[in-house]
T-cell receptor, first 112, second 120 residues
Framework: KQEVTQIPAALSVPEGENLVLNCSFT??????LQWFRQDPGKGLTSLLL?????REQTSGRLNASLDKSSGRSTLYIAASQPGDSATYLC???????????FGQGTRLTINP | EAQVTQNPRYLITVTGKKLTVTCSQN?????MSWYRQDPGLGLRQIYY???????DKGDVPEGYKVSRKEKRNFPLILESPSPNQTSLYFC???????????????????FGPGTRLTVL
């Protein structure tokens, strides 16, 4: 059974810092891995999708990497801003399965 | 604009009063799904559909029904809501990723804005 873990559960950093959010998964037979952002009480916004054959994807100040062999993905945020404050969720899309398996999320606070 | 819409966004109801939460997508996606999000439990799949008239149970289907009569719509039905169904509900859709051997997984999933349901 696929399990997805995100550590830490919460992170607080000063504005301007570069930071890394971690995601680990137990079964390397994933089809893809998706990173989402969720603002309090709001929906999920897709940030980046990495296919199992890819090593990384970039969008603006965000870079996501995938290492299937070690069961890890990271989301790198460069030059953090207060507007980046949100909960970040990673989700594993399983090979031959019809759902995403979500981590519990990392609640990120960027302090001005 | 490509999007997934849900209605209503907020709903307060009483135990036993049947309700329907609608979900619609305009991206011609085959796959649609419902999740619920609860503190400490994260997001859990309720039901999914891989095409019109094709639906199946997710991890927490008890107390819910769905139907897929049209490709764009996937309503979630609570026949007799109970307080333990108080939650934040999300609808999602995606294309199905196909490889040489056929269907292999789900492509990028797009989520609706959520429906906050309170059952008293």
């Amino acid at each position: 059974k696929q399990e997805v873990t995100q550590i830490p559960a919460a992170l607080s950093v000063p504005e301007g810092e570069n930071l890394v959010l971690n995601c680990s998964f137990t079964d390397s037979a994933i089809y893809n891995l998706q990173w989402f952002r969720q603002d309090p009480g709001k929906g999920l916004t897709s940030l980046l999708l990495i296919q199992s054959s890819q090593r990384e994807q970039t969008s603006g100040r965000l870079n996501a990497s995938l290492d299937k062999s070690s069961g890890r993905s990271t989301l790198y945020i460069a030059a953090s801003q207060p507007g980046d404050s949100a909960t970040y969720l990673c989700a594993a899309g399983l090979q031959g399965a019809q759902k995403l398996v979500f981590g519990q999320g990392t609640r990120l606070t960027i302090n001005p | 604009e490509a999007q997934v819409t849900q209605n209503p966004r907020y709903l307060i109801t009483v135990t036993g009063k049947k309700l329907t939460v609608t979900c619609s997508q305009n991206m011609n996606h085959e796959y649609m799904s419902w999740y619920r999000q609860d503190p400490g439990l994260g997001l859990r799949q309720i039901y999914y559909s891989m095409n019109v008239e094709v639906t199946d149970k997710g991890d927490v289907p008890e107390g819910y029904k769905v139907s897929r009569k049209e490709k764009r719509n996937f309503p979630l039905i609570l026949e007799s809501p109970s307080p333990n169904q108080t939650s934040l509900y999300f609808c999602a859709s995606s294309l199905m990723g196909n490889g040489r051997a056929g269907w292999e997984g789900m492509d990028e999933q797009f989520f609706g804005p959520g429906t906050r349901l309170t059952v008293l």
